[in-house]
């Protein structure tokens, strides 16, 4: 009897300290949700948004340079530069403290260099079109071109009713631009009042997506303007055509004006060279386009005081931030049909490397503003240029 009654009470025991680990773990997993309710399930995000982005970055690894023996050293010089970590990183931070320092980081900036938002018809109605509403979940999303743009409008389009889930089974050549451009006009500023639109300023919550600008740049080289060449004046001319013309004037005037005498029979190619000589002459050709628009104008965030910056190097978690916010469903997802990796940065420098020094140096005066603004968002990301320029130059004071 007495054996019995010492092993009941050590089974007891054991089961009393099984119970209370049990609740010690279960508590420890509350206090974490309380802390980042936005942290979402990694298993979730690895499975369907690491692959999703594909869609903006497709036309980015079908091409590579003409140039081979150029790409090839741009390759290995880009391996052999290495950046050192960061004294802090904004991505490591918990959800609030993120959005804390974010905010802090941007008034500081907006301040310091009294950076004002042009009071204009052609700045607000950039600001009224790119900034989508989503009103039953009190979202604003301002969308960019070339930073994932193209994945998250179809996302918040979806989540509203506003596009079929037909569109979500197409890449992004096949998805119905016209469409896009129908349901952007409901879904955007531009179908409200200034006070409703101010209302929404103060009240809702404000999520933009941004991109390295000098990636962004060389997206939007390697999109719209290298994958086919300039056309004749009367034959069938593909978008954006006329920014090509524009450009090969610009870099080759006397060649031009043979070409458009010959009625442009043979077609010609605009170089990265070429596009970046005219980017620097700052052309309002390229200004009224929002593809080569730079973020800080279209979204300009010393007016709108956005409540979380995503980077597009981290798109798959902080896309998760935004269908959280929306409570969109993975469905709402485009299917990827890209895997994305880890070359970008070798991929620019590969375009990056047909430049002289000396206009490297020029693009980087060029984007100063906008590199400034983006390391003070994401101080991980500090001085990048040298590792995607190929210079050891630091930043130029504004």
Not at 306 to 333: C, Q, R
């Amino acid at each position: 009897v007495r054996v019995s009654w010492v092993c009941g009470v050590r089974v007891a025991v054991v089961l009393a300290t099984i119970v209370l680990l049990g609740i010690t773990y279960v508590q420890r997993l509350s206090g974490v949700y309380e802390k980042d309710p936005y942290k979402f399930n990694h298993a979730y995000s690895s499975s369907h948004l690491s692959q999703d982005v594909a869609g903006e970055l497709h036309d980015e690894r079908r091409q590579s340079p003409s140039k081979h023996s150029e790409a090839s050293v741009a390759t290995a010089a880009i391996h052999q530069r290495r950046r050192p970590p960061p004294a802090y990183s904004a991505r490591d931070m918990p959800f609030d403290e993120r959005m804390k320092f974010q905010k802090g980081e941007v008034d500081s900036f907006c301040s310091q260099y009294n950076y004002t938002f042009p009071n204009n018809k052609r700045t607000r109605e950039a600001l009224n079109r790119h900034m989508l509403v989503h009103k039953e979940a009190r979202v604003l999303l301002c969308f960019v071109p070339k930073s994932g743009c193209t994945t998250l409008k179809v996302l918040f389009y979806v989540n509203q009713g506003l596009l079929p889930p037909s569109e979500l089974a197409k890449d992004k050549d096949s998805v119905d631009q016209l469409l896009l451009e129908d349901v952007m006009v409901r879904a955007s500023f531009l179908r409200m009042t200034p006070d409703e639109r101010e209302q929404a300023l103060a009240t809702y919550f404000k999520f933009v997506m941004y991109r390295n600008p000098l990636e962004r740049m060389v997206s939007v080289y390697r999109s719209k303007l290298s994958r086919w060449p300039l056309l004749g004046l009367k034959r069938d001319t593909p978008h954006f055509n006329w920014v090509r013309r524009h450009i090969y004037k610009y870099a080759h005037p006397e060649e031009y004006n043979l070409w458009e005498y010959d009625r442009g029979v043979v077609a010609r190619n605009v170089s990265f060279e070429d596009f970046v000589l005219y980017l620097m002459t700052d052309p309002l050709e390229l200004k009224v386009d929002e593809h080569f628009a730079p973020t800080f104008e279209l979204c300009n965030p010393c007016r709108v005081r956005y409540d979380y910056y995503g980077n597009f190097n981290t798109f798959e978690e902080d896309t998760a931030i935004l269908m959280k916010k929306i409570h969109a469903h993975p469905s709402h997802l485009r299917p990827s049909y890209y895997q994305k990796n880890d070359t970008t940065q070798v991929v620019m420098g590969q375009y990056f490397n047909q430049l002289s020094d000396d206009l490297k140096r020029k693009v980087l005066h060029f984007f100063a503003r906008e590199l400034h603004f983006y390391y003070r968002l994401f101080p991980e990301e500090a001085d990048s240029h040298k590792v995607i320029l190929g210079l050891n130059d630091d930043l130029p004071p504004l």
